[in-house]
């Protein structure tokens, strides 16, 4: 039997603390965007992906982060306003949205 999803997005719901230098997804609606995703998904019909919560994508200080697997597409920063084109786009149309397509240092220490 095929696994049930063929694509998996993972956007960021990190907590951090009040006033840390980096920030967090959460406070900046994490969890609304991957809901606003959930949603959007329903709305165009897309099949066989997958919307979950991460932990920390290492990327607070950019703005809500997510990234898209298998293709390892990394977004950020993301609004709710982008959702709508990051689901016809890539989730249904399988092309990737340049213009929020992020990519992240190599060294960096983690907090």
């Not at 990190?14 to 840390?20: H, L, S, Y």
């Not at 609606?29 to 994508?57: H, P, S």
């Not at 697997?69 to 092309?95: F, N, R």
Request: positive net charge; contains cysteine.
């Amino acid at each position: 039997m095929p696994p049930p999803y063929t694509r998996q997005v993972f956007v960021c719901t990190n907590r951090r603390p009040d006033g840390a230098p980096k920030g967090c997804c959460a406070s900046k609606g994490g969890e609304e965007l991957r809901l606003a995703l959930k949603k959007e998904l329903d709305a165009q019909d897309v099949k066989g992906t997958r919307i979950n919560t991460a932990g920390c994508l290492d990327a607070c200080e950019r703005g809500m982060a997510l990234v898209v697997y298998p293709e390892q597409v990394w977004y950020g920063p993301v609004t709710k306003d982008d959702v709508k084109e990051i689901v016809s786009a890539h989730l249904k149309g399988g092309q990737v949205v340049e213009r929020l397509r992020m990519t992240l240092p190599i060294d960096r220490k983690r907090d």
